[in-house]
């Protein structure tokens, strides 16, 4: 496992402030320099740059905050100045404090220096936690406004007549604004009570400018607010600086160099600012470990042709065409030292790039083969200008990612992809070379490009959760290996993602409850399902939604970092336990495909009364295309997956689709499980994988050889529990088990039938084995209606200490002659609760009244108040649905205007079907067409004459 102490790196140009060009040859007079972002804009340079807050205690924040001692990546942020943005977009000024003076060439000489200005501010927030709960901050950094600035030290070597090279430390005494992202609205100034350190290595300067070089003109400058406090006291003077041009290689007339990274003014320095342990003097940070980027200048004589060459840590310097002794590729005049290639840094910030330690209880496993892409798309999408699009990366090894999309409209802003970034395990990658290709379309067609250059972290891994056995890396699997992926010219491009992907952090082993946990909450968030238990970190024994479902299945837990994985069957009947023990049961509609363990396959599932459909085909395999559909009707899935050599993780699916008809999915969970994560606040992601068959066993995998996908679970919701989810229902929150719309209007009938009745049903107390039936109630009566539905809805209470259950059935009367149902609904009812019942039923014909009956079964029950409700509709006239006479053609109950524009938009615009065909067969043809137009015009304009009546 590698271990790089991160710092903050900040790649920037200098510029310097009311500068003239000077004649001077031999001493630098004092000034003050100040330092801009590339090309001057604020940017984040290096994706694993960071600025370690110490010393923070507890409380801080907010009362139950923990202590802060976390890194950050900083950005700088425009000083304020009078007039305003005069500066713009300088963030850090310092001062030479003496003159510098060279007795010969070369030589060098050393000056005081001291930070003046500082303006740095988070490129993403920090997570603090508060009482147990994560919440974000973002972070601003400036000077202290009580303690003066301790003095640093600039040190400048004269290498030519036009100048040389410097290096320079700055201490600083910094303050801390926190303010709070999405917590109750704070802003927070904390007074650091340690120095940090700036450190410039080996940057160039020079006595003029060059040519291409156009500084700043500041006119009518006034003053500089060096701490932000707007504008108030202390403010920083600005001695002239004739002859010191900081980031900038001697010798004005030399043309632009070569070498992306130092074009104009790009990469000129690189300013380090570096967290020393509390009490310790600020101490010059090692660079060993940290790509530098920086550009060096080797002595040579000026005059000749000039390029750049490129060194192992890809930086680059300046060289003649010998390349200075230095090892690297020359890039001026075509002459090569050495092979290696220079490469610019990777043009986005919105890609993270890491690789995976499989940390598992049982073995561990360093520096693997897997790598990790992390995907922020809002920066994606500014930076390539691309709404939506597709990413392909080529490595070393080939096309490691290939065609994975992202759009900025998905709502999935961060998820990650797993890669092969290693030839084998073991072997510790700190950057890659890549070719980066962000296209709008998919690509059929793959080649190597121009390579960029991008750092690598080091992430850990801990998916496991689903039993049966403990995990051996001799079958964690591989990634799809680079390039393999074969994208056909034509095929389909589809994508889904749902709202709501809940997401939160799981105990050891916990990932099979949480997944549960994670789409019932989905399903509360969506349709109101009524989840009676809070989505937070919990465990086995205590009040959470995912230590329900962990006391349910009855998974072996000590604490939160100790607990063993679960099988398919076992948590299958700890869920169905917890959803008859809530009453959820009722409102979920559960199916599933795949196979169980212990052969529990090709067949339904029943446990504690409850019951999964199978929907498996004849293979007994899970399908993209079920998880997909499933997703596409609102519904929830939980998807497992088994490791060949023992052991499986489980996650929860939110979104899915193809790429020119290869199929992917996206799913929520928590990469590591507590145990390998003692402040169990981190691993949350959201990760997209293609499920195809990348093994050749006829099985389909997540995203990586030998990762079998064995099993999918789905609930989903059915509020009004008429068997119709409500992803599909018309009427989600109606019973209508048919669905009609005998109008075709888009209006469910149930909906808008006048005929729908709803009978209170008082309250009452049934003995044990007793019985009570409520009606009849008395039915309208259409003329031959052609359905009745019948359902009730409210409460039942049981308050003994034991289980009982209670059945509902209806009565129904034609002409006095009574029918009566078996027992339609049966409800569990736990000790002491009190659960939502509800019943429906669907029968021919209309009866002229009903009645609904409740017995109890085990003890006695108390039925609180509810509705009966009956409907009749979808009764025929004779005439269909026109009423009276013809041309209601928007079926508003009325003739006009409307109407002549419903036919219009339906003969020649949206072609959008009419809701009463016979109300617009004017001429009674059987047909619909100018004929019954000009019959309207003519009726609303012309001669008036009466339409004809209906059939």
């Not at 003014?265 to 020393?276: D, G, N, R, W």
């Not at 049982?362 to 930076?383: A, F, K, M, N, Y």
Request: proline share 10%.
């Amino acid at each position: 496992m590698r271990s790089v102490q991160m710092v903050a790196a900040a790649a920037v140009a200098t510029v310097v402030l009311l500068s003239t060009p000077s004649q001077a040859q031999q001493t630098v007079l004092e000034g003050s320099d100040g330092l801009v972002s590339i090309n001057g804009q604020s940017a984040c340079v290096q994706p694993d740059a960071s600025f370690i807050i110490r010393n923070i205690p507890a409380n801080a924040l907010r009362p139950g905050s923990e202590p802060i001692d976390c890194p950050v990546r900083l950005q700088g942020v425009p000083i304020p100045s009078n007039p305003p943005n005069a500066l713009d977009p300088i963030f850090l000024i310092w001062e030479r404090l003496d003159s510098l003076f060279f007795p010969a060439i070369p030589s060098a000489a050393t000056v005081p220096i001291q930070i003046t200005a500082l303006g740095l501010q988070s490129c993403e927030p920090i997570t603090v936690v508060t009482n147990g709960q994560p919440e974000r901050w973002d972070v601003f950094v400036t000077l202290s406004e009580v303690q003066p600035q301790p003095p640093g030290q600039l040190q400048a070597f004269l290498d030519h007549a036009d100048g040389g090279a410097f290096i320079a430390d700055i201490p600083v005494r910094p303050r801390f604004v926190f303010t709070s992202v999405d917590g109750p609205p704070a802003t927070v100034t904390i007074e650091s009570s340690i120095d940090y350190l700036i450190t410039i290595n080996d940057a160039p300067w020079s006595y003029v400018p060059p040519l291409w070089y156009n500084p700043i003109q500041i006119q009518g400058f006034e003053q500089l607010d060096g701490d932000f406090s707007l504008l108030t006291a202390p403010f920083v003077p600005l001695p002239n600086s004739p002859n010191f041009f900081p980031g900038v290689v001697g010798g004005g007339s030399f043309p632009v160099p070569p070498c992306p990274s130092v074009m104009g003014l790009e990469l000129a320095t690189q300013a380090i600012l570096a967290s020393p342990s509390p009490g310790a003097p600020a101490q010059r940070p090692v660079l060993t470990e940290i790509p530098s980027s920086i550009i060096a200048y080797p002595p040579f004589t000026p005059g000749g042709p000039i390029g750049s060459s490129c060194i192992p840590d890809f930086g680059c310097v300046l060289t003649d065409p010998t390349c200075g002794g230095v090892i690297g590729s020359y890039n001026g005049d075509g002459s090569f030292c050495d092979p290696l290639i220079c490469l610019p840094p990777i043009p986005t910030l919105g890609l993270q790039f890491d690789q995976v330690d499989f940390v598992f209880s049982s073995v561990q496993l360093l520096d693997t083969e897997w790598g990790r892409l992390q995907v922020d798309v809002p920066v994606v999408s500014v930076d390539f200008g691309l709404t939506a699009g597709y990413i392909n990366i080529y490595s070393n090894l080939g096309w490691v990612v290939q065609n994975l999309p992202f759009d900025i409209n998905d709502g999935n802003d961060l998820f990650s992809y797993y890669f092969t970034i290693a030839p084998l395990s073991g072997v510790p990658v700190f950057d890659l070379s890549i070719y980066l290709e962000v296209t709008s379309n998919p690509l059929q067609l793959f080649f190597d490009g121009p390579r960029s250059f991008t750092s690598v972290g080091d992430i850990e891994f801990n998916a496991q959760g689903k039993a049966p056995g403990p995990v051996t890396f001799l079958g964690i699997g591989t990634p799809i290996a680079p390039g393999t992926i074969l994208f056909p010219t034509i095929g389909l491009t589809e994508s889904l993602t749902q709202p709501n992907k809940s997401n939160v952090q799981s105990a050891h082993n916990q990932c099979y409850p949480m997944s549960i946990a994670n789409s019932l909450q989905y399903l509360e968030d969506r349709y109101g399902l009524p989840v009676p238990d809070p989505h937070i970190p919990g465990l086995k024994g205590d009040t959470s939604l995912v230590g329900k479902l962990d006391s349910a299945a009855d998974r072996g837990v000590t604490s939160r970092s100790n607990g063993s994985g679960i099988g398919d069957v076992d948590m299958l009947t700890g869920k169905f336990l917890y959803l008859k023990n809530t009453g959820l049961d009722k409102k979920l509609v559960l199916k599933h495909q795949g196979s169980l363990e212990a052969g529990v396959k090709g067949q339904n599932f029943t446990r504690h009364g409850v019951t999964s459909t199978n929907e498996s085909d004849s293979t007994d395999k899970v399908t993209w295309q079920w998880v997909c559909d499933e997703l596409a009707k609102g519904e929830d899935v939980e998807l497992s997956w088994l490791y060949d050599g023992g052991g499986g993780h489980v996650v929860r699916v939110f979104e899915c689709g193809k790429t020119l008809g290869i199929p992917w999915i996206g799913y929520v969970h928590d990469r590591l499980q507590t145990d390998v994560d003692p402040m169990d606040n981190k691993g949350l992601e959201c990760v997209r994988v293609f499920m195809i068959d990348t093994d050749n066993d006829n099985n389909p995998n997540a995203g990586a050889k030998n990762r079998e996908i064995d099993f999918a679970h789905s609930e989903s919701a059915d509020t009004d529990m008429d068997g119709v989810t409500n992803g599909i229902d018309n009427a989600p929150n109606a019973f209508n088990p048919g669905q009609e719309d005998l109008d075709t209007n888009g209006v469910p009938d149930v909906l808008e039938s006048p005929f729908l009745v709803e009978d209170t049903i008082p309250g009452a107390s049934i003995p044990a084995a007793g019985s009570e039936r409520f009606g009849a109630f008395p039915n309208p009566m259409p003329s031959d209606p052609l359905f009745k539905d019948l359902w009730y809805e409210g409460t039942v209470a049981n308050q003994t200490n034991d289980s009982v259950r209670v059945a509902i059935s209806f009565e129904y009367w034609f002409g006095g002659s009574g029918t009566s149902t078996t027992d339609i609904d049966t409800t569990f009812l736990p000790a002491n609760s009190v659960r939502d019942v509800g019943a429906g039923i669907r029968i021919n014909d209309c009866p002229d009244s009903v009645a609904v009956q409740f017995t109890s079964i085990d003890g006695p029950v108390v039925i609180n108040a509810g509705l009966l409700k009956h409907l009749c509709y979808g009764f025929d006239t004779g005439g269909g649905c026109c009423v009276g006479s013809r041309g209601d053609f928007n079926c508003d109950g009325g003739v006009g205007l409307p109407d002549l524009s419903t036919m219009i938009d339906y003969l020649f615009i949206s072609f959008t079907p009419l809701c009463c065909v016979e109300e617009a067969d004017l001429n009674i043809d059987g047909a619909i067409g100018l004929p019954d137009l000009s019959l309207m015009i003519d009726h609303l304009f012309i001669t008036f004459t009466p339409l004809p009546p209906c059939p």
